[in-house]
């Protein structure tokens, strides 16, 4: 026995040394403050999964599920729906952590002493030559490799490249390991109200006839991402839909289909089924449920009389077409649901269903504002002969990935998708865009998007300078996206696959661009979409798009010299009742750029931040030295603190390109923003400090020209993965959420946690 676990035996009662470990109240404790935050989700290292006990028993994979070349689609590893039972796993190719090998103790022993034996500099940068990368090729070692892997990899110990288990948790995990790694699994029981809801919904859902079949579908189709929650209601819990084949009443029998849209093969129920492991922020993808919610579902879908004239069946053309899937619907009933929740399905395409995104994140801008078409003002919803006449072109790509037919697919998509354009811009001719036909129904209604380089996040209401691009989706771009980037969306797909996925993204995020476009002056819209598709970006605006409508005026009065800059302004003096994020510090009116409802050490604070905003890094060029989301958390009044997001928003020429990223990139151009609360899963840093020291922080930041003086700041006032608090500082991130909005609390990821 080492010293360090001698003593950290030492530190424990006596009675606690002889008692037995429990997994659920001992060991996943711990998991969970400073394991999750690496090993959770898809991008799980060797797709160790800490999350769960079924997870941890399952253990470890040699290959990654992120795999952006390869040739041939992988099984898929979905905990909780692929496999049940370490039998079944081990048959799938996972290998044990927890178990010995004869002599040898358990692979996840072997790590943690490895890393304990290497213990990091209080707060100093990282080993030279430490691979931290996301990106970075993990060896997953077998037990019987291990040796050789420590061999190569002194630093490779567990928790990996951070500060490590206190003494006590280190002999609590070692001793659970040595008495055998029991795992037992974690039990939920529903409350009496979620009892009730949970059969009111499952009665809905499996409404009989053919109108019920199909409705029930489209809602599963739309919420099996979904981390659903009663409003209200006792316990807490949340809750996933499934296929099963067991009834309501019955215990869940998930039936696992590699897309949820696919052929289940038998007799099914939809069941709502609690969602037992750790709640990570980033696939924490919520959706209220309420005896409202219900009825609203019930009027939107039921009222009317419409019938189905049959059922579609679960093949690749009603897969890649939804609209012709589900068409006997009505598309008004399926836009207002979308609409009623906006936020929601713009998190599933922006956060999910994957953990890292790349694929899809580089066609998007790093920051830009999302609005809706009103239903009554959207022709797909209310024309019936132009919704006949458009459907045959709204269908997508991706059901099939023959590596040799990837340019075949695109040609012919995007045929469709140029031939639906033009007929729309021919159908919207004589309707010129005014204010009405903006959605303002609630809340949802105006979204920011923040991107990340392979990650992005959803927020509600308007953040942020005016960007440089905004987004006007109606119902067939809003469903479209949803369906290419979360139900036809394979993450263990071949690279034909994820091709597919991002090249006809790319015309939606066009098919919005242009739409928004509509509600400026005609004479202005090609001279500012060419400023969005600079350099190469015009030979695809020759190639790949339609044509710009240039002759159909706009209703809205606005400012020919600048006409998208005056448009967002009266956008937000018009909706301001519904713009659910306020913004004086990016938005400064006058001299008071801070929040008037803040205790006065925060709204110094926040004056002093506000200095770094609206501002290039050719101006500022610390934003060059900083991470993509930087967070400054500032304590004030003894105990108390507020966490601030400074996210970094890159330029670019274009966004139009598959590869070559880095190309377009035009670092002197990048803005900072900075906004109270957390606006990324993925943190990249940390700053902590007082609240009247922000002021003197923010002087250091606009003196920072280079590596050597933003050393100097953070050697002031960062948290560096070797600190000693990382983990309070870092864990304090979920208990803000907590403590700020509950419903979204869950475990951040470090993967991408920086060496500054």
Avoid at 233 to 258: C, K, M, N, W
Avoid at 410 to 427: G, L
Avoid at 518 to 546: F, H, M, N
Wanted: charge should be neutral; hydrophobic fraction near 40%.
């Amino acid at each position: 026995m080492s010293f360090r676990i001698w003593l950290g035996c030492l530190l424990l009662p006596f009675t606690a040394l002889q008692a037995e470990v429990l997994y659920q109240r001992d060991i996943q404790p711990i998991f969970t403050a400073k394991c999750v935050a690496c090993h959770a989700c898809y991008d799980s290292p060797c797709q160790l999964n800490l999350g769960s006990g079924e997870g941890a028993s399952r253990g470890a994979h040699k290959l990654p599920v992120y795999n952006g070349v390869r040739v041939k689609a992988q099984p898929p590893t979905r905990l909780f729906l692929d496999a049940d039972g370490d039998s079944a796993w081990r048959r799938k190719g996972f290998s044990s952590v927890l178990d010995a090998q004869g002599s040898q103790a358990a692979l996840m022993a072997r790590m943690l002493e490895l890393g304990r034996s290497q213990p990091l500099t209080p707060n100093a940068k990282l080993p030279p030559g430490l691979d931290i990368g996301i990106g970075r090729e993990n060896t997953c070692p077998l037990p019987e490799e291990f040796d050789r892997y420590a061999r190569r990899n002194a630093h490779g110990g567990m928790p990996f490249a951070v500060t490590g288990l206190s003494d006590e948790e280190y002999a609590l995990v070692q001793r659970w390991l040595e008495q055998g790694a029991a795992v037992e699994p974690r039990l939920l029981e529903p409350s009496a109200a979620e009892v009730s809801q949970i059969s009111e919904w499952e009665r809905l859902l499996n409404t009989p006839g053919a109108r019920g079949n199909l409705v029930g579908r489209w809602l599963y189709e739309h919420l099996f991402i979904a981390h659903l929650y009663f409003e209200g209601a006792e316990g807490g819990h949340f809750y996933q839909l499934v296929r099963s084949r067991t009834p309501s009443g019955q215990p869940v029998d998930v039936i696992a289909t590699r897309r949820p849209n696919d052929d289940p093969g038998t007799h099914f129920s939809y069941r709502l089924r609690p969602i037992t492991d750790v709640i990570v922020h980033k696939t924490h993808i919520t959706y209220p449920l309420s005896e409202a919610k219900l009825a609203r579902v019930r009027s939107l879908f039921f009222e009317g009389d419409w019938a189905p004239d049959y059922i579609p069946g679960y093949g690749a053309v009603h897969r890649a077409n939804p609209f012709r899937a589900f068409q006997a619907i009505p598309a008004e009933a399926r836009y207002q649901f979308m609409l009623d929740n906006a936020e929601y399905f713009v998190r599933t395409f922006i956060r999910g269903p994957v953990c890292r995104g790349q694929i899809a994140t580089d066609v998007i801008r790093d920051n830009f504002w999302v609005f809706f078409q009103d239903p009554a003002h959207d022709l797909y919803v209310t024309d019936r002969r132009y919704r006949e006449q458009t459907t045959p072109l709204l269908a997508m790509p991706g059901q099939f990935d023959e590596m040799g037919s990837l340019l075949a697919f695109w040609n012919t998509y995007r045929a469709k998708r140029n031939q639906y354009e033009q007929s729309r811009t021919q159908a919207y001719a004589n309707r010129p865009a005014d204010w009405e036909q903006i959605w303002s129904g609630n809340d949802n209604a105006l979204l920011t998007i923040f991107r990340q380089h392979d990650s992005a996040s959803v927020r509600k209401g308007l953040i942020g300078e005016i960007p440089q691009t905004l987004w006007w989706m109606d119902y067939p771009l809003l469903e479209r996206t949803y369906y290419q980037l979360v139900v036809n969306f394979d993450v263990f797909g071949n690279v034909s696959h994820q091709g597919q996925t991002r090249l006809y993204f790319d015309l939606i995020r066009n098919g919005a661009e242009l739409n928004f476009l509509r509600l400026l002056p005609a004479p202005s819209r090609q001279v500012i979409l060419d400023s969005w598709y600079e350099k190469g970006g015009q030979l695809k605006l020759l190639l790949a798009y339609t044509s710009i409508d240039n002759s159909t005026p706009s209703l809205l009065a606005l400012n020919k010299a600048d006409p998208k800059g005056a448009f967002a302004g009266q956008m937000l003096a018009r909706y301001a009742g519904i713009n659910a994020a306020p913004d004086p510090i990016n938005r400064c009116q006058g001299t008071r750029c801070y929040r008037a409802e803040q205790p006065l050490a925060l709204q110094k604070a926040e004056q002093a931040l506000s200095r770094l905003t609206n501002r290039l890094a050719g101006v500022l060029p610390i934003i060059q030295q900083l991470p993509e989301a930087t967070l400054l958390r500032i304590e004030y009044d003894t105990e108390r603190r507020e966490i601030y997001s400074l996210l970094r928003n890159r330029a670019h020429s274009n966004v139009a390109f598959m590869y070559g990223e880095a190309l377009r990139w035009q670092p002197r151009l990048d803005t900072l923003t900075v906004y109270p609360g957390i606006l990324s899963s993925y943190p990249n840093f940390i700053f902590n400090l007082q609240a009247a020291e922000v002021p003197a922080f923010v002087s250091a930041m606009e003196r920072v020209n280079d590596r050597a003086d933003l050393d100097r700041l953070v050697e002031r006032w960062g948290v560096r993965r070797s600190h000693p608090d990382f983990w309070h500082y870092f864990s304090d991130l979920k208990r803000y959420l907590e403590e700020t909005t509950p419903v979204e609390a869950g475990v951040f990821d470090m993967n991408r946690y920086e060496n500054l």
